[in-house]
């Protein structure tokens, strides 16, 4: 059974850069047809999708983001880590790492795929 968990600060001050990592138990993010995503939902409103890296490496983000974010991955950690540039309060969210077989989750639904329990982050001075 594959385990997902976020970790990083829980608060941000505006113009910094969010920096969350996802460590993986139970799999690997290498493992053929899996897709990794970072997720998340802010105060109030729904899911939204930010950024995916596929098993190969290769890398997909949501244009709603205007080029401020990053997906890495360290394989020999089973981890992978968003950084989310530049950010504002309006950045403020439950901040989800989750696993998809062979989709990029651009509509995500928690029923769907394999999720962590997700980290909060606040943007604010």
């Known amino acids: 059974q594959v385990q997902l968990q976020e970790s990083g600060p829980g608060l941000v001050q505006p113009s910094q850069t969010i920096s969350l990592t996802c460590t993986v138990s139970?799999?690997?993010?290498?493992?053929?047809?899996?897709?990794w995503s970072w997720i998340r939902q802010p105060p109030g409103k729904g899911l939204e999708w930010i950024g995916t890296i596929t098993y190969i490496g290769n890398t997909y983000y949501s244009t709603s983001f205007e080029g401020r974010t990053s997906i890495s991955r360290d394989t020999s950690k089973s981890q992978f880590t968003l950084r989310l540039s530049s950010v504002t309060p309006e950045d403020t969210a439950v901040y989800y790492c989750?696993?998809?077989?062979?989709?990029?989750?651009?509509?995500?639904?928690?029923?769907?795929?394999?999720w962590g329990q997700g980290t909060q982050v606040t943007v604010s001075s």
């Open positions: 989750a696993r998809h077989r062979g989709v990029i989750p651009r509509l995500p639904d928690k029923t769907q795929g394999d």
């Open positions: 139970g799999g690997s993010i290498t493992t053929t047809f899996y897709y």
